[in-house]
């Protein structure tokens, strides 16, 4: 059962009446009272959250006792035998054993060592982003005392038998909230990081070197590469086509700006709308755009700059703000998140959606995408706070995984999925930041 669909099971059991609360337990209704404060018990808000709470907990008791077994009737040596015996399509029988690998997942704790231990484990996780090889994964934590904190987590200490990895701060960046990051490959592949910052008013744009967060020569590291004042900042994206090398773009409001940190030219292409994500194609220097008008367009940056909006190409629309946006490997596919809860995926080519994965929760969050093409997954964190895995082959929801935590608007958790985390010798999983822990999801 989904868990977003506790609202509509109640009401097709009672009808919802205005000013009053129905208790399916004692079968009779309430008086909901005024106002949103604590001293009263009965509010729409904390009825709501006591039941999403009941759930989140029942979930994690079936999880408990489900150990490592899946639904019935799903195994993968009867699978493959039925596949063999041509009793499964080719797409049923790969559905049929992602599904089983990812109901299998068991969530253990990692532990977090770093140098200073005054600060591991101090602070809550906002945002974490890996690399491309999954080696290095970037944290943005909240601190107590408000703005945040980055640092680096080594996965090379992620085993199939100890859960330990190596966390490395940089105390001097920590006055800046943090809106969106992304990896960017400047002297070698993800050297340096991106990062768009509310610094008050205006934000901030900064690119600095990973080598900060190093434990290595302290006295000899580079400096911040670039930093500039910008209008308030909702993404970035890095480009790595050679045609706009050492390019970085930046979704500001109603605008896109795209900076070659090395000569320092700009590109500033006007819209009708913030730019909430943004991703570079590979093969080609173009980018595309999610605004909160729920366009979906892309630019060509080898063109200059035109007045007016004559230079998008590629055009897409969404019913509500678009969150977050995911070019395919062949750039044929494009998929694309709302703050309806809608995912679909865009055929590029006919400028058609092709595929809806339902099941998606937001209102007015900006939560990402995850998609492994490797292993046909696609994932998303809900702003209720439960991660889901859909497959990619036929949008089948394959697992709803519920929050160690309680859920809340500050501990929306942020995963990181990959064949390969700590390197091209490393373990299959999730991995699940919430609150001030870490959390692996074995995946084999």
Avoid at 93 to 100: A, G, P, Q, T
Avoid at 212 to 232: A, E, Q
Avoid at 268 to 279: C, K, N, P
Avoid at 346 to 366: F, I, M, P, S
Wanted: charged share 20%.
């Amino acid at each position: 059962e989904d868990p977003s669909s506790s609202s509509s099971t109640q009401n097709s059991v009672a009808p919802e009446l205005p000013g009053f609360y129905y208790d399916p337990e004692k079968n009779r209704y309430f008086r909901l009272l005024p106002g949103h404060n604590n001293h009263n018990p009965l509010t729409k808000d904390s009825i709501q959250h006591k039941a999403m709470e009941c759930k989140r907990l029942r979930l994690l008791d079936e999880e408990e006792k489900q150990k490592k077994t899946a639904r019935a009737g799903l195994n993968s040596s009867v699978l493959l035998q039925k596949r063999q015996l041509g009793l499964l399509s080719s797409t049923s029988y790969c559905r049929l054993v992602h599904e089983l690998k990812v109901n299998c997942m068991q969530r253990r704790k990692i532990e977090i060592h770093s140098p200073d231990s005054s600060v591991a484990g101090t602070n809550n996780f906002k945002i974490i982003v890996a690399d491309v090889a999954c080696e290095r994964i970037f944290t943005v934590n909240d601190v107590e005392h408000g703005g945040c904190k980055y640092g680096i987590i080594n996965l090379s200490g992620l085993g199939k038998e100890s859960l330990t990895v190596e966390m490395y701060d940089n105390l001097y960046f920590t006055n800046r909230k943090v809106n969106s990051v992304c990896w960017a490959s400047l002297t070698h592949p993800d050297s340096h990081l991106c990062l768009m910052g509310i610094a008050e008013t205006p934000g901030c744009a900064s690119l600095l070197p990973a080598s900060l967060f190093s434990s290595t020569n302290p006295g000899d590291r580079p400096g911040m590469l670039c930093s500039f004042k910008i209008s308030t900042a909702w993404s970035c994206a890095w480009c790595l086509n050679p045609q706009a090398d050492n390019c970085f773009s930046t979704g500001l409001t109603r605008r896109v700006l795209v900076t070659n940190v090395v000569t320092g030219h700009r590109q500033t292409f006007g819209t009708s709308s913030d730019v909430l994500a943004q991703q570079f194609a590979t093969q080609t220097p173009v980018l595309y755009n999610g605004c909160r008008s729920g366009e979906i367009f892309s630019i060509d940056v080898r063109q200059r700059n035109r007045k007016g909006q004559s230079w998008k190409a590629t055009r897409l629309f969404h019913g509500s703000a678009v969150t977050s946006i995911h070019l395919m490997e062949a750039e044929h596919y494009l998929m694309a998140a709302d703050m309806a809860g809608k995912i679909k995926l865009w055929d590029l080519r006919t400028a058609k959606c092709v595929k809806q994965y339902k099941g998606h929760h937001n209102e007015y969050a900006l939560l990402p995408l995850h998609v492994n093409e490797e292993e046909g997954l696609l994932i998303a964190v809900g702003q209720d706070c439960y991660t889901r895995i859909w497959s990619l082959q036929d949008a089948h929801l394959l697992r709803t995984i519920p929050s160690p935590h309680p859920s809340s608007k500050d501990a929306i958790p942020s995963v990181v999925f990959s064949s390969r985390l700590g390197g091209s010798r490393g373990v299959p999983g999730l991995l699940m930041a919430v609150k001030q822990d870490l959390y692996h999801f074995s995946y084999n």
